[in-house]
């Protein structure tokens, strides 16, 4: 029934088995951003390094004055092997190409694998370097050593 359904990041339905409601506790302006849960609880950004346990739908706009805020409720995807989602790239990202390996950097980004890690799953386009905005990601989460 489409009216269980929620809009995905990509614009696509998004089944609600797939995301759950969470409060976020930091102003995040930016869909897609990659989060972890805190022992409180709430929602956090994920740093680089930091395990991701899913990312945001929407960001934490008001919807009125368009200011980010901080500990309010927002649908959360959750990071399902395979599936394909877009998620905001560092401002300084390395180049990347197709198949690159992305990990997690700072404030909820990716960026190319530099080392031990997170990986949040692989590019599916190129981007050049010093570029940030988006990049379209399959998803496959593991912990790399090297």
């Known amino acids: 029934m489409v009216s269980n359904m929620a809009v ?4 696509g ?3 609600p088995a797939e995301g759950q409601s969470f409060v976020i506790g930091e102003a995040c302006s930016t869909a897609g951003a990659l989060v972890k849960l805190a022992n409180t609880g709430k929602m956090m950004l994920c740093d680089a390094g930091e395990q991701p346990d899913g990312y945001l739908l929407t960001d934490t706009k008001d919807r009125v004055t368009e200011v980010a805020l901080a500990n309010v409720p927002r649908g959360v995807g959750a ?3 395979g599936r394909k989602i877009v998620v905001p790239l560092s401002a300084t990202n390395a180049e990347i190409a197709v198949g690159d ?3 997690t950097a700072n404030d909820g980004t990716v960026d190319k694998k530099n ?3 997170w990986i949040v799953g692989k590019a599916l386009e190129a981007v050049p370097a010093g570029t940030g905005g988006f990049i379209a ?3 496959s989460k593991y912990y790399a050593s090297s």
């Open 8 to 11: 995905g990041t990509d614009g």
């Open 13 to 15: 339905l998004l089944n």
């Open 79 to 81: 990071l399902i092997e």
């Open 101 to 103: 390996a992305l990990e």
């Open 115 to 117: 080392g031990a890690g």
């Open 137 to 139: 990601i399959r998803v």
